[in-house]
């Protein structure tokens, strides 16, 4: 811009006073940015909180820090979203971290551990319970550094072809079933398989697989699964929550102007409020929805519950014996759950059961 | 400034590119506001996340937009702050709504109705399920738009002088409790009180009351109940949760540049999160300390649980007989509740019970 320009701008800026702010903001520098999406843009709920995120830090900005959103497969694939953020592909991206459970169980901490933490107690360990601190220690080797974006709530135990009552009734079973709850299911004869969510159906339609959980209601009903497994169980005892985050690059983070730093990082506290919100309010509608249309609900009955607990508590014992990272976070992950527990049994979890046999 | 030097700010804060935000957003204007918070100090959680939000608006707004938080008491009484914030005196306030329920029964609806929904059950009514809506057409008449900005979760039910049993023991018992919860009480002969958090303490050590609730463990503890009421009850269930809100004049708001306003929203959003968070992850470690020192923990029996529930149903439609505002907004708060406790029944709540069976 010329000189003389220049001043006329900022002196008009100056002079509107109280509304002056998109004039001024004009000289911040213009940061372009890429998100890479696990999800697929059909999925409103969980692809449409970084779309959330990208607007807010670019209204915050006035448009000058723009975080432009890609659904899964665009820039790359669904489950390299993490390996895209680590190479500098791109500078963020908003995924499951359990999907990279391959490279590291620690990595299962910030999605979910089997019979783990609610959505709310693992809200509270990562921003107040020590989680956030923890975890990005253990990101930053990967060069990474993590925000909590959003949580689904407890998931649902996914669709079934045929019923399973007993721990028998699962071995041998094919299962899309994600990283650490796929490595339990294991241990009780399951053959898990990891797939994206845009292939699920055509697996499950054709066969190649018997069972695949993955989300809830809302997302499931849109992916059609109900059409080719009646069976739809609970709990996803996997995913008693199930928390996604945006993964950003540390170089790229360290690049960015203090106050785009404080942009995105509040930004991302809306998404996890919202996000959650959005689960919650319109899950019941599809669950409706879906029993209307003949499916089956069924709930995992308690053999089945305590022989996946047992089988849980081995494989997280024998992880922590051979993985000392994995271990650095159990310990005190562990201490937290235990009191969590205790203290939602006093009010918390005695109200919520007697709302519920008032429905 | 001078015009000459204005140019070299500016030229200078061009040039360093990446890194030059503070030095332009000077010609920003400066707003100073203040925060009238219901709380004492000394509650770092509830009266912590006003200067959690004060601190973020600042920060994304390169210290230009001021907000001053004041504890209860230093610009207006704790239960004032409503008041105050209609009246102009103070621009925004934290409080819980509840508090000016005398004015009109359905301002509860922003922080709790007895036997209503769970902390994350009022976030999706309020992000996504037309509760915020709702809410900001019902505070318009008082030159008021609220944002949600924490939660308690589920409170205790309260500190008493001798046990409770039968819903009998409730008759003659002067207590210390909120608007709709003390209005449901007295139908079972309770006396109730309402006094404001740093007065509560003499009055129960003096007799004046027989039993007060006021938040959980945490604050509880700080206020020392313990020693002059040993049976501490669960749950509260006037409040299955209880939303915190800040409160923002609408003609101040409608000043604020669009980038200040977007600061200002969003900011509660993490303040919903921490708050929330900062009561979880402290709550189990006051309870463990009160129980050392003698605390005798108490579960209402179902007696008293039934009589109260009884008792909140006819108040709540006593009320929406004879209140417009509050049946308006009654209807689909009851339709988004009925929904929600009947998904939670499906995978969230079994999943919550089958963890805790395992605390």
Known sequence: MERRAFIKKAAAGMAVGAIA????????????????????????????????????????????????????GEIVPALQVMDAVQAGTVEIGHSASYYYFGKDATFAFDTSIPFGLTARQQSAWMDQGGGKQLLREFFRDYGIMNFAGGNTGCQMGGWFRKEVNTPEDLSGLKMRVGGFGGRVLQRLGVVPQ????????????????????????????????????????????????????????????????KDYQAALEVATYETHVTMQAMYDARNPGALARLMKNGVKLRSFSKPIMDACYKAAMEVIDEEAAK??????????????????????????????????SHK
Chains 1, 2 share one sequence.
């Open 194 to 257: 990891q797939i994206a969510g845009g292939d699920i159906y055509p697996a499950l339609e054709k066969g190649t697989i018997d069972a695949a959980e993955w989300i809830g209601p809302y997302d499931d009903e849109k992916l059609g699964f109900n059409k080719v497994a009646p069976f739809y169980y609970a709990p996803g005892w996997w995913e008693a929550s199930a928390q996604m985050s945006f993964y950003v690059g540390i170089k790229e983070w360290e690049k960015l102007p």
């Open 21 to 72: 702010a998109p004039a001024i903001a004009q000289s911040n520098p213009t940061i372009n940015w890429r998100l890479a999406s696990s999800f697929p843009k059909s999925l409103d709920t969980i692809y449409g909180a970084a779309e959330i995120l990208s607007k807010r830090v670019a209204q915050l900005t006035d448009g000058k820090f723009n975080i432009r959103t890609f659904p899964a």
């Open 323 to 356: 993985n000392p990272k994995f271990k650095k976070i159990l310990d005190p992950w562990r201490r937290f759950k235990q009191d969590q527990n205790q203290w939602y049994s006093v009010g918390e979890l005695p109200m919520q059961n007697y709302l519920i």
